[in-house]
């Protein structure tokens, strides 16, 4: 995934291949260049970034099929060593975290009922546990979901024989079912992508799939409206 903070000036990137784990890359301000990636060491190698709170100080990963969390104090200050999340964790998968803006509802996909399978969890506060998650009724084998931040919208990919396509759904209350999703006019990706981070304004994606040009097949893409 590539993850932003709410202001877009700090995005983590999950690398699978080279120098693996997670970067991060910053800039100025929304009209300036990206910074080149740098590792961020107090992640494990093997650890993809899933999510970040808008203020930038908590960041959801995913470690050996786990979820874990690391807070800061501040976006100039390091982040701490991740803990699990011990209230979500099964002997089953679980990743693809999407959180609100609170930072109290907390959506993310498991096999732990024999199926992927998109879930909700909420919490009191900030800094309390997480309830006893729920099944939310979602397209089945939506790959890489992303919740929009009022929680009735979702973004995933649908697998497909010639690949990963982006689609989008939404519903009426956080707790109605989200219908089967359909394109999105303008994201079209010959070879497949799916969204990887939405802005709350929804007016800008960004994507992972191969770039016209790009060097690789999981390439950081940009889409605006």
């Not at 590539?2 to 877009?8: H, K, M, N, Q, V």
């Amino acid at each position: 995934r590539a993850i932003l903070t709410g202001d877009e000036l700090e995005m983590y990137i999950t690398r699978i291949s080279g120098t693996t784990g997670i970067f991060r890359s910053r800039r100025a301000s929304t009209a300036a260049a990206w910074s080149s990636p740098v590792k961020v060491d107090v992640f494990p190698s093997n650890a993809g970034a899933e999510a970040i709170t808008p203020d930038g100080l908590t960041l959801y990963l995913q470690v050996a099929d786990d979820l874990l969390v690391a807070t800061r104090a501040s976006t100039a200050a390091e982040f701490s060593t991740p803990s699990a999340l011990v209230n979500l964790n099964t002997t089953s998968v679980e990743l693809w975290v999407s959180i609100d803006p609170t930072n109290t509802t907390l959506h993310f996909v498991s096999d732990r009922d024999g199926a992927m399978k998109l879930y909700r969890t909420e919490r009191d506060q900030p800094s309390g546990p997480f309830g006893a998650p729920i099944i939310v009724d979602a397209p089945l084998g939506a790959f890489s979901p992303v919740v929009t931040a009022d929680g009735l919208g979702l973004y995933y990919g649908e697998p497909t024989p010639s690949g990963v396509f982006p689609r989008y759904t939404s519903r009426p209350s956080i707790t109605s079912a989200f219908p089967p999703g359909a394109e999105i006019p303008g994201l079209t990706f010959p070879q497949g992508a799916w969204t990887a981070w939405i802005s709350p304004d929804q007016c800008r994606a960004y994507m992972i799939g191969p770039a016209p040009g790009g060097p690789g097949d999981n390439d950081v893409n940009l889409a605006t409206r």
